[in-house]
């Protein structure tokens, strides 16, 4: 018999979850069997699987280490990290990491293998001993928000599960302010509004934009914009996100007649061309530079990479953009 006490990071969630966490190779009906037969206990008794677990109960498992290893098996390996780079910190407590991603990094892990930001995030954390994998039987730092491959700024890194939790309920009643900037295309009005319905094909990773729903899959889509000021044809927007879609700015820019520079699905082919010849770009020009949560009372800014900052005094805007956000 193994007996596991419940810390923190693995409170306030259903017993059948943290199960499924801490033996992710045993099935879900397996587990169920087996809390319903006593073979799993919570405080030495019989419990239900929607059981909310807490800080200090005692979980006992009638099962030999062998076969609680077998079930753990693959739950937490360590990652050969491949092209480690320095993490661009701006912000650190005892609670939350917060990061300003750069170009061609991933977000989260993929089938490709590549390193991604949480990969880095979290070799960070245990190489400065906030994170102990061995420890935290089922928490793994984690992204509370995602950026595109290419498209640079802030991304949150709860260290604890009650901070991801509340993070994420942020984040999910939209109590949330986010803010970009994108180099686009042509001369959109000094403020705007696109509100509309976008569909993703999951085979080809693209995003469709419609102003009405084509099917029940669509997902409403809005943001507001305010342009900063034009120059030789581009314009430098300054947006707020309403809806937090997956590639929504693109799509919705582009949709308008306002393509990013540089971006390589739904940007203008032959000038994101010269844009690569003159200034190496080889992505879209989009940067998260705001991140509040309001309810948390907590605020990110994130400066622009030194290649947005490059092109916007090439076209005649400000040397450094120290915008009001």
């Known amino acids: 018999m193994k007996e596991i006490i419940v810390t923190e990071n693995e409170s306030n969630q259903r017993l059948d979850r943290f199960l499924g966490k801490l033996m992710p190779q045993a099935s879900k009906g397996f587990l169920q069997k087996m809390l319903r037969i006593k073979r799993i206990k919570l405080n030495g008794q019989k419990s239900e699987p929607n059981t909310i677990i807490t800080p200090g109960d005692k979980l006992q498992i009638y099962f030999s280490e062998e076969t609680i290893l077998g079930f753990r098996n693959g739950a937490k390996t360590e ?19 917060v990061i300003n991603k750069p170009v061609e990094l991933l977000t989260q892990p993929d089938k490709t293998g590549e390193t991604s930001l949480i990969d880095l995030a979290v070799s960070y954390l245990t190489e400065k001993g906030d994170y102990d994998p061995i420890a935290n039987l089922t928490f793994t730092p984690a992204c509370a928000n995602r950026l595109d491959k290419n498209t640079t700024g802030i991304v949150l890194v709860p260290k604890n599960f009650q901070t991801l939790q509340a993070v994420n309920e942020a ?14 295309l042509g001369e959109p009005p000094e403020k705007g509004e696109i509100i509309g319905f976008l569909k993703k094909d999951p085979e080809t990773n693209t995003v469709t934009f419609s102003e009405e729903p084509t099917s029940d899959k669509d997902k409403k889509a809005q943001l507001s914009y305010q342009n900063l000021g034009c120059r030789s044809g581009y314009s430098l927007l300054k947006i707020t996100l309403g809806t937090g879609r997956s590639h929504q700015i693109r799509v919705q820019l582009s949709a308008m007649g306002y393509p990013i520079l540089g971006d390589p699905k739904y940007g203008n082919r032959r000038l994101n061309i010269r844009l690569y010849e003159d200034f190496g770009v080889r992505s879209q020009l989009l940067h998260s530079a705001s991140f509040t949560l309001t309810t948390m009372h907590k605020s990110f800014l994130a400066p622009l990479p030194l290649n947005f900052e490059k092109i916007l005094r090439s076209f005649g805007f400000k040397a450094t953009l120290t915008l009001e956000v």
């Open 79 to 97: 990652k050969s990290l491949k092209n480690k780079v320095p993490l661009d910190i701006i912000f650190e407590d005892a609670d939350l990491l």
């Open 171 to 184: 984040i999910r009643e939209d109590a949330t302010k986010k803010i970009y900037f994108a180099m686009v």
